[in-house]
């Protein structure tokens, strides 16, 4: 069966400190992957999003990153968080024309 | 730029009642699109998807509507349940191989007992 991983659930991170969120797919090979964020009482906004292993195309400039070492895995990454960077942080794929959202993180920043 | 976007931003109805949820959208790119429910502090779950060459979908309790010529989607909900309660999100899914995926801004449903 196919599934999406997405851990922490929740994390509290001062400001200035690094980020790395990670997302893990199952059941499927080749598939786009997605990282959204959501702020409180607002829509998903789409960050990044890679069609492929290494390739990584950004939608928003900010102080995030993104990653894809491997077909299946999905890295959010920063070097220092600002507290504008809180919210809701969601993972998702697209496959065999079927898009599912992981659990998602909340993060704050302190 | 392109942009889907709900008409209202809440809306209340009694149980049992039918539930109608709107959406506008200005991509004429867009060749899918997809409803949403979301429970606060949850992901995105899956309702009802549409695609850009039918104008009506059936599931359990909800129909989509899609009228391409005003690029205006709905949700309609029968017999609408407390469960129900939920924030609704339309999304795009824009024609091309990223497939990116662009939202509405979300209707919160509350369902009066």
């Known amino acids: 069966s196919q599934t999406i991983h997405q851990w922490p659930a929740t994390l509290v991170q001062p400001v200035g400190s690094p980020l790395s969120l990670e997302c893990t797919v199952e059941?499927?090979?080749?598939?786009?992957l997605y990282w959204y964020r959501q702020a409180a009482g607002r829509g998903l906004q789409l960050l990044f999003y890679s069609v492929g292993i290494g390739q990584i195309s950004s939608e928003v400039p900010q102080n995030l990153s993104a990653s894809r070492p491997q077909d299946r895995q999905f890295i959010l990454s920063s070097k220092k968080l600002l507290l504008s960077d809180s919210g809701f942080y969601l993972c998702a794929w697209w496959s065999d024309e079927v898009y599912t959202f992981g659990s998602g993180t909340r993060l704050t920043v302190v | 730029g392109e942009s889907v976007g709900l008409h209202l931003p809440t809306l209340s109805v009694q149980e049992g009642d039918n539930s109608i949820i709107n959406c506008a959208y200005s991509?004429?790119?867009?060749?899918?699109f997809i409803w949403y429910k979301q429970e606060s502090g949850k992901g995105p779950q899956f309702i009802i998807d549409?695609?850009?060459?039918?104008d009506k979908r059936q599931g359990q309790r909800v129909t989509v509507l899609l009228n391409k010529t005003v690029k205006h989607l709905s949700l309609q909900i029968a017999a609408t349940q407390p469960g129900d309660s939920a924030v609704y999100f339309c999304?795009?899914?824009?024609?091309?191989?990223?497939?990116?995926?662009?939202f509405g801004s979300g209707t919160q449903l509350t369902v009066l007992p």
């Open positions: 549409i695609r850009s060459n039918m």
């Open positions: 991509n004429s790119a867009s060749d899918y």
């Open positions: 999304a795009e899914v824009i024609s091309g191989s990223a497939r990116q995926l662009t």
């Open positions: 059941g499927t090979s080749n598939p786009n």
